[in-house]
């Protein structure tokens, strides 16, 4: 994890730029994007040396308190500071590494199927999806008609150019997907099914790997989704993310238009079209 810190030490430190620090403008070509060590050294109230050591995965224990001075000097929000501690003080790894369970429980699978008019799928850390109901499917892609290691999001949104069409955010999708992957990977550090996963997709496709490449963090927490289909054409929802208790690593993921809207009056087209197939 040591190199891993200084990897996204050094891509968070390229990022900020001195005046966005109270740095005076000193002129000319600087040789670096955003701070140099120095400069981040000083901010953070360390030394330039002791720095360069953790940015070359040198650096032992870090403090607490050196965490928090770096995190306020790199301006990292919640999601990047939580992921910063971690990769500092990362899980010790478990002598039989749990295995996260790839179905969820009859009790999710019975709260989904009452959602009928809401699209909504269960997620866990590496993206597998776990379970989804019927809207989500005619929303999306026929999750039962994929082989179960295909039921995952990094591995559709970069092998599966049906992705493509679906989102017309592609790109956003793709790269939020990769900074879910990103921010829950350091609290599975002995997971071999996800590094596969990776490894993978980094070998196949030269955007995942780029993306990966940046150390970019983010929670699926709530937000809006673009969606087209080929039926009612471009839709917008707002989703929802919510984690499952009792089934760590688990979280329900729930769309919905906003009422009285386009979006849903093609949402319940959607349904109607998915019923007559019954």
């Known amino acids: 994890m040591a190199k891993e810190l200084g990897e996204f030490l050094k891509t968070r430190r390229a990022r900020?730029?001195?005046?966005?620090?109270?740095?005076?403008?000193?002129?000319?070509?600087?040789?670096?994007?955003?701070?140099?060590?120095?400069e981040l050294a000083q901010l953070a109230g360390v030394s330039a040396d002791y720095y360069m050591r953790l940015e070359q995965g040198r650096g032992g224990g870090v403090s607490e308190e050196v965490l928090d001075a770096l995190a306020r000097a790199l301006r990292l929000d919640e999601d990047e500071r939580g992921y910063l501690f971690g990769l500092a003080r990362p899980r010790r790894p478990q002598r039989r590494p749990r295995r996260a369970p790839r179905c969820a429980s009859p009790r999710l699978l019975s709260l989904l199927e009452s959602m009928r008019d809401t699209?909504?799928?269960?997620?866990?850390?590496?993206?597998?999806?776990?379970?989804?109901?019927?809207?989500?499917?005619?929303?999306?892609?026929?999750?039962?008609?994929?082989?179960?290691?295909?039921?995952?999001?990094?591995?559709?949104?970069?092998?599966?150019?049906?992705?493509?069409?679906?989102?017309?955010?592609?790109?956003?999708?793709?790269?939020?997907?990769?900074?879910?992957?990103?921010?829950?990977?350091?609290?599975?550090?002995?997971?071999?099914?996800?590094?596969?996963?990776?490894?993978?997709?980094?070998?196949?496709?030269?955007?995942?790997?780029?993306?990966?490449?940046?150390?970019?963090?983010?929670?699926?927490?709530?937000?809006?989704?673009?969606?087209?289909?080929?039926?009612?054409?471009?839709?917008?929802?707002?989703?929802?993310?919510?984690?499952?208790?009792?089934?760590?690593?688990?979280?329900?993921?729930?769309y919905a238009p906003e009422p009285g809207s386009a979006s849903a009056d093609a949402l319940r087209l959607i349904g109607m079209v998915d019923a007559e197939r019954l």
């Open 16 to 38: 900020v730029r001195p005046e966005d620090v109270g740095l005076p403008d000193l002129g000319g070509r600087r040789r670096v994007p955003g701070l140099r060590r120095e």
């Open 119 to 254: 699209p909504a799928y269960v997620i866990d850390h590496r993206t597998d999806i776990l379970a989804w109901n019927r809207m989500a499917a005619a929303l999306t892609l026929d999750f039962g008609a994929l082989a179960p290691d295909e039921r995952n999001w990094a591995r559709l949104c970069f092998l599966d150019p049906r992705t493509t069409e679906i989102f017309p955010a592609w790109e956003h999708k793709a790269r939020e997907t990769v900074a879910f992957l990103r921010l829950h990977a350091v609290d599975h550090p002995d997971d071999r099914r996800l590094a596969e996963l990776v490894g993978e997709l980094s070998l196949k496709s030269d955007l995942f790997r780029r993306w990966w490449n940046d150390h970019n963090v983010r929670e699926k927490t709530h937000g809006e989704k673009r969606f087209r289909h080929p039926v009612v054409g471009e839709l917008s929802l707002s989703f929802q993310t919510l984690a499952v208790l009792g089934e760590e690593d688990q979280v329900l993921v729930a």
